[in-house]
C-alpha cells in the first residue's frame, strides 16, 4: 500500500517547536514499533499564524478521500481545535493552549526555535491572526479528546477543562507542559482518531 492510500495523521506542534520535538520523535517510533499502516504528516508551522494554518490546510486537503485525523500539543492543540472545527475532523489535543493571543502577547519581538536555532519575530498581529481563528463554541465537541496534565508549568490545565468542557477529556495528575509519558496515551489517542477502523488496541 503506498502512502498515498494510508490515513493520514496531522501532527501540529507548539510555540518554539519543530518537526524534531521529543513528542514527534516518541510518536513517529511508537508508530514504527507498532508497524501501524498510517502516514504521519509534521508540517513544518514557523510561527506566524495564518501561514501556519494555510500549511496545515493544504496536508488535509491532499488528504481527501481517506481518513484524517490531528492530533496538536500546546499552540499547536490550539490550530488543532480550530482545524478541527473548520474541516470537520477527529482531533486530540495535548496541554493545549486556550487563548495563545493573550498567553504570547509577552513574546512579542525576536525569538529563538528551541530545536533548530532558528530566530523568527513575533509581531502584535500575529496576536490578531490567532483571535481571529478562535473557534469559539464547538459544533461537534465530541469530536475533540483533550488529554492534560494537572502539572502543566506553563498552561493552566483547568482553563482548558473549561474550554473543553463538553469534549472527552483525560486528565492525568502531575506531569509537565511536555506531557510526561506521552507514548502512553498513543493507543487511546488513535483509537479515538479512528484511523485504523477495526483495529483493537
Same mark, same amino acid.
Given at each position: 500500500?503506498?502512502?498515498? *492510500?494510508?490515513p493520514r495523521?496531522?501532527?501540529?506542534?507548539?510555540?518554539?517547536s519543530?518537526?524534531?520535538?521529543q513528542k514527534?520523535?516518541?510518536?513517529r517510533?511508537?508508530? %514504527?514499533? %507498532?508497524?501501524?499502516?498510517?502516514?504521519?504528516v509534521?508540517?513544518?508551522?514557523?510561527?506566524?499564524?495564518? %501561514?501556519?494554518?494555510?500549511?496545515?490546510? @493544504?496536508?488535509?486537503?491532499?488528504a481527501?478521500?481517506?481518513?484524517?485525523?490531528?492530533?496538536?500539543?500546546?499552540?499547536?492543540? +490550539? +490550530?488543532?481545535?480550530?482545524?478541527?472545527?473548520? +474541516?470537520?475532523?477527529?482531533?486530540?489535543?495535548?496541554?493545549?493552549?486556550?487563548?495563545?493571543?493573550?498567553?504570547?502577547?509577552?513574546y512579542?519581538?525576536?525569538?529563538?526555535?528551541? +530545536?533548530?536555532?532558528?530566530?523568527f519575530?513575533?509581531?502584535?498581529?500575529?496576536? *490578531?491572526?490567532?483571535?481571529?481563528?478562535?473557534?469559539?463554541?464547538?459544533?461537534?465537541?465530541? @469530536?475533540?479528546?483533550?488529554?492534560?496534565?494537572?502539572?502543566?508549568?506553563?498552561?493552566?490545565?483547568?482553563?482548558?477543562?473549561? @474550554?473543553y @468542557?463538553?469534549?472527552?477529556?483525560w486528565?492525568?495528575?502531575?506531569?509537565?507542559?511536555r506531557?510526561?509519558?506521552?507514548?502512553?496515551?498513543?493507543?487511546?489517542?488513535l483509537?479515538?482518531?479512528?484511523?485504523?477502523?477495526?483495529?483493537?488496541?
Amino acid at each position: 500500500m503506498s502512502s498515498e *492510500d494510508l490515513p493520514r495523521l496531522i501532527y501540529l506542534h507548539g510555540f518554539k517547536s519543530s518537526p524534531q520535538s521529543q513528542k514527534v520523535t516518541e510518536l513517529r517510533e511508537w508508530l %514504527e514499533r %507498532e508497524a501501524l499502516p498510517i502516514e504521519l504528516v509534521v508540517p513544518e508551522l514557523g510561527f506566524a499564524p495564518d %501561514e501556519a494554518i494555510a500549511r496545515v490546510s @493544504r496536508n488535509i486537503e491532499t488528504a481527501a478521500g481517506r481518513p484524517c485525523g490531528l492530533m496538536g500539543s500546546s499552540l499547536g492543540g +490550539y +490550530y488543532a481545535s480550530a482545524l478541527g472545527a473548520r +474541516y470537520n475532523l477527529r482531533s486530540v489535543l495535548i496541554n493545549p493552549a486556550v487563548a495563545p493571543y493573550r498567553l504570547l502577547r509577552r513574546y512579542i519581538g525576536v525569538q529563538e526555535n528551541l +530545536y533548530t536555532g532558528e530566530r523568527f519575530e513575533v509581531e502584535e498581529a500575529h496576536m *490578531d491572526q490567532l483571535q481571529a481563528m478562535d473557534p469559539s463554541e464547538l459544533a461537534r465537541p465530541e @469530536r475533540f479528546l483533550v488529554c492534560l496534565q494537572t502539572g502543566d508549568e506553563t498552561l493552566d490545565y483547568r482553563e482548558a477543562v473549561h @474550554r473543553y @468542557r463538553h469534549s472527552p477529556k483525560w486528565i492525568q495528575p502531575g506531569g509537565d507542559h511536555r506531557f510526561q509519558g506521552f507514548p502512553r496515551i498513543l493507543p487511546a489517542a488513535l483509537a479515538f482518531l479512528k484511523l485504523l477502523p477495526g483495529r483493537r488496541y
